[in-house]
């Protein structure tokens, strides 16, 4: 064990100890606290993610649903006055004497192309008819007479929100349209057939035999008007279609209009049919999809043939097959609320279905804009952690430098004493010279340490020597003398080391203590919260005090505790002298009876308790056992146990009970001592008998295990037995004949 103790061997194990139980520690629970912000962090983002998709499905299909209502009530708004202006063309066909034309008469002449139009009433509606025929007297008179319903066109035009123009299409290619259209023949081929137009067939007889309002899907207006949707009414002349009713609203106008509304997480709506194509659609959704709505269009020359919106509006023909699958199942599901992929990003998408027309109000919300708060939130969050960390890290690097320059200085300068102890009790007894005293260190408790163990070393050494001089004058003549002396000496050296190694043995562990102490202190946590707060520049002072808070009382014990073992090594030197003379001539082993041994040895404790507190019962002692062993070293064993028990009361009162009995064959002892002390704690009950465990501040840890080992290489054994802290404890011990 001594050459384990060099200075630099335990330099190093305060230092280990210093990292292992302190610095490392903290940096650990650093480290969980900072893991810890961010998996709270992603905690939050998890359940406000959730928390948002949930407030998605109930705020979404609500706007949907509002909003949608709301188109419903304008274009059933538009279809009750489609309806009513055509029952007002058929009552005019049925009976032209019930109305009369405000204002000057319709003047029809011909167009530059040899269509016919009407000159004048330009504030009122513009007629224009796609033929080079001379107008028949019925012709005329009824495009004449039509005029009579400008103030209805004009009601519908000017007061029904999103309607931009009234019109009514007859099968003879009669077109009756306000706003009034200037060169009315510009914009429309002179061959113009109406029944060749949506606007016109969706409401025959073949597509519409119940005769009620028909909404057209997106087409190119002829008139001018760029592109549009139509609700269409029929007007009837008996059972012949005389002609249809159109009333105009622009893509424009819808997505302006109908589609503009303020949406949270920057949603928007848009109008598709039940055959996918976007009807109408705001700039978002056309930076969704990657489309450019037709909103408007530049006339070069009259349109001639029935042009409707590019099949790439039809969401069931896009490019994307992902997509156009998803839409293709949405139109078919009744379901108000999915989630889609477009272009690669989780999509909110919403639908509600407008009875009026039978299309789709979809309202759509990507997945970033419905997270983009709490995703910002998130990053910020997590910058802070990164933050953090970087600190931490270069505050470490400076902060651990620094502790560990101060700790090897620190744990050089306790140890090397300490280190020069341990050496001189290594090499204490080896020789009977006087031995240089110890250098002081400067410290005031290891310097007390170190002046008690010099005077314990020059006692030791001339009693050693005394004790040696008796023995040769007691026991040698002439050459005998000097091996009596040399024998004597080195039973007592054996002896007295014995004592010293203990010593040395609690100087190591008081040592070892003493670095647990530097060690394992609780302080350094308000260390570092101190460090981060104003004025950290105390904290070194404040660490210095900590440890000599620890350390100096730890040092205090120490030295109390070296008079403690230099006043049992005293004693243990008058007794190792008395039995040095009442044994010298005995034999190793012996025939003796054991019974009387263990009741002198009762009787000497009894005396020792003369007050009574502690009361040693002798009735269980079977007298007559006789054993062939070592007599001295057996009865040392039985002292040392009862002297145990003594210690296991305390101050207090309590009773010990010895008892004595055969065991067995081959003439076995058994002695039993049980007393109602301090009991033993189950997970020490495997130690006690281990080298240098005690459970006694003051212990070596040696005297339990010598014994054991004695009494096993002697056919001998010894066991214990305690419930428990408090509980008492029992000892056994089995002497066999050797």
Not at 1 to 29: C, E, G, N, Q
Not at 190 to 204: P, Q, V, W
Not at 416 to 421: E, M
Not at 426 to 449: F, H, Q, R, V
Request: hydrophobic letters at 40%; glycine letters at 6%.
């Amino acid at each position: 064990m001594a050459s384990k103790l060099h200075r630099a061997s335990l330099a190093d194990l305060i230092f280990r100890h210093y990292l292992r139980s302190a610095l490392l520690p903290v940096f650990t629970i650093e480290v969980a606290l900072v893991t810890a912000y961010f998996l709270v962090n992603a905690w939050n983002l998890s359940e406000t993610e959730a928390a948002l998709r949930q407030e998605v499905r109930q705020i979404l299909p609500h706007l949907a649903s509002r909003q949608a209502n709301l188109l419903q009530a304008g274009f059933s708004q538009i279809a009750k006055e489609a309806t009513l202006l055509a029952h007002e063309h058929e009552a005019l066909l049925h009976d032209p004497t019930r109305f009369s034309v405000r204002g000057p008469r319709p003047e029809i002449v011909r167009s530059p192309n040899g269509t016919w139009h009407q000159a004048n009433r330009t504030q009122e509606s513009s007629l224009f008819y796609a033929t080079t025929k001379p107008l028949t007297a019925q012709q005329r008179d009824f495009a004449t007479q039509s005029a009579a319903l400008d103030p209805l066109y004009k009601h519908i035009v000017e007061e029904i929100p999103n309607v931009v123009a009234a019109y009514y299409n007859t099968g003879d290619n009669m077109n009756r349209l306000r706003p009034f259209i200037p060169k009315v023949w510009e914009l429309y081929p002179a061959d113009l057939r109406m029944s060749e137009y949506n606007f016109f067939y969706l409401a025959d007889s073949a597509h519409n035999p119940t005769r009620k309002t028909v909404w057209t899907g997106a087409y190119l207006d002829p008139a001018g008007q760029g592109w549009m949707i139509s609700c269409i009414s029929p007007s009837y002349q008996a059972d012949r279609l005389h002609g249809v009713v159109g009333l105009d609203v622009t893509i424009r106008e819808i997505a302006e209009n109908l589609l503009k509304t303020d949406l949270p997480w920057n949603a928007a709506a848009f109008l598709v049919d039940d055959s996918g194509m976007i009807l109408a659609m705001p700039e978002p959704v056309e930076q969704l999809f990657g489309l450019h709505e037709l909103k408007g269009h530049v006339y070069k020359s009259a349109v001639k043939i029935e042009q409707m919106k590019p099949q790439e509006y039809n969401l069931l023909a896009n490019p994307d097959s992902t997509l156009a699958s998803s839409f293709s199942r949405i139109l078919r599901d009744s379901a108000v609320l999915h989630n889609v992929r477009i272009k690669g990003e989780e999509t909110f998408l919403v639908q509600q279905r407008i009875p009026e027309t039978g299309w789709r109000l979809f309202l759509v919300a990507r997945s970033r804009e419905v997270f983009k708060t709490v995703e910002q939130a998130s990053d910020r969050s997590r910058n802070v952690g990164w933050f953090v960390i970087g600190a931490m890290i270069l505050f470490y690097i400076g902060f651990f430098s620094y502790l560990r320059r101060k700790a090897k200085s620190m744990s050089a300068a306790i140890s090397s004493p300490i280190t020069d102890l341990a050496r001189a009790t290594t090499e204490l007894g080896k020789n009977t010279e006087s031995s240089s005293a110890l250098a002081m260190c400067g410290i005031p408790e290891i310097d007390t340490l170190t002046g008690n163990f010099n005077t314990l070393s020059q006692e030791l050494e001339q009693r050693s020597r005394a004790l040696v001089d008796a023995s040769v004058r007691e026991r040698l003549k002439d050459k005998e003398a000097e091996l009596a002396f040399t024998r004597g000496r080195y039973e007592s050296a054996s002896s007295y080391l014995h004592n010293v190694g203990n010593l040395t043995v609690r100087l190591t562990s008081s040592a070892m203590d003493l670095a647990e102490v530097v060690a394992s202190t609780q302080q350094y946590p308000e260390v570092f919260r101190m460090l981060r707060a104003p004025g950290g520049e105390t904290t070194l002072d404040r660490f210095q005090e900590v440890l000599l808070g620890k350390v100096v009382p730890k040092l205090r014990a120490c030295s109390e505790e070296i008079s403690v073992v230099r006043q049992s090594i005293h004693d243990t030197i008058e007794h190792q002298q008395r039995e040095f003379l009442e044994g010298r001539d005995q034999p190793s082993t012996e025939g003796f009876d054991l019974s009387r041994c263990l009741a002198e040895v009762c009787q000497e404790f009894s005396r020792w308790s003369q007050d009574g507190r502690i009361l040693v019962d002798q009735t269980g002692i079977q007298p007559g056992i006789v054993v062939v062993n070592h007599r001295i070293q057996i009865k040392n064993g039985i002292v040392n146990l009862l002297k145990n028990a003594f210690e296991s009361i305390g101050s207090g009162s309590g009773r010990i009970v010895v008892s004595l009995e055969r065991a067995g064959e081959n003439s076995r002892a058994r002695i039993a001592i049980e007393d109602d002390g301090a009991g033993v704690d189950p997970i020490d009950q495997g130690k006690l008998f281990r080298a240098g465990f005690t459970t006694k501040p003051w212990g070596h840890g040696l005297g339990l295990h010598s014994l054991a080992v004695f009494l096993s290489s002697n056919g001998g054994s010894v066991s214990l037995t305690s419930a428990g802290a408090g509980a008492g404890a029992k000892v056994v011990m089995e002497v066999g004949n050797v």
